[in-house]
């Protein structure tokens, strides 16, 4: 929605093609009064040999976050990627509970049966993306769905707050001084809680909180994400922040007995968000567990570009 309460329109194009000559399309798939936007090049059921890939953003983003790794990996996978309820072209619920995590489960299960036709998909997430994406990859009602499951900028928000209490309990003074760390850098979470101001701010300060959120997460000067129009912000900033909400006041995040997909972890170790000791007891709950850690701000997608292509094409290559 932009200031005026319009809806951001869906361009009656629905195929382009990139800088390489592979063709991309753009559908709508529904979840009951939801319509979810869509980029993608092909299905499991069109081509049937190559491994499917579906990209998750996370907030305050959209599908185009991921444009370097849709077109670096588009000649050998069929690769595509969302628009999340509530952000980009997507349809955008005004009420607060339509944002439950298990809504978005419901989404993402809709999304992997277009492209998968039944088979499986590799998942990679980022940001808020990923939260939802560990329980949704930990959920048994849904994890048959994922083939593998590859995460930056954001683990699991129960067990990332699990670990935080571990080691602030620890006594430990390094250890204390870390959790605390990790605290103070989450305060936006509950500034996110207050009725109608962060939507506010949004509407009337977007490309001034656009630049500090980009400048904050380490995207490079030149990216064309820092071009975003007034519209294209609030289009994924405001309906969104009620995820943040449903979060804490919401139903809890499901917290996983064990992960069956094999699972990948990109940590950007100069994250400003997420400190790297939270994704520390991930490993835990993990039949398959690896991680990198990436000399890398929190967009790492952005920042380091071709060694986050590269680790997912391994990942995916590995396990079929």
Known sequence: MNRTGTKPRLKKSSAFLTPGGESFRETRIANGEVSLFLKYNGTSAERKNRPTVLFVHGYPDDHRTWSYQLDALCKEYNVAALDLRGAGLSSKPTKQKAYNVRRIFEDLKEVILFLGGGKPVHLVAHDWGALICWAFAGSEEYSHLIKSYTAMGGPHPVLAQRGMFRLFFSLN?????????????????????????????????PKFLWKMAMNLGGVPKED???????????AS??????LYRQMLRGERYPVPKRI??????????????????CYKTHKEVCDSYR?????????????????????IKEFVWENG
Do not use: G
């Open 173 to 205: 003074p390094v250890s204390m001084f870390k959790a605390l760390s990790q605290a103070r850098r989450s305060w936006y979470v509950l500034f996110f809680q207050i009725p109608f101001l962060p939507e506010w701010c949004w509407r009337f300060f």
């Open 224 to 234: 064309s994400l820092r071009s975003k129009t007034e519209e294209e912000i609030l």
């Open 237 to 242: 900033a405001v309906w969104p922040i009620n």
């Open 260 to 277: 069956h997909p094999p699972v990948q972890v990109l940590i950007p170790v100069k994250d400003f968000a997420i400190r790297p000791e």
């Open 291 to 311: 991680e990198f850690r990436l000399d890398a701000n929190h967009w790492v997608q952005r920042i380091l570009p071709d060694s986050v292509t590269e680790k």
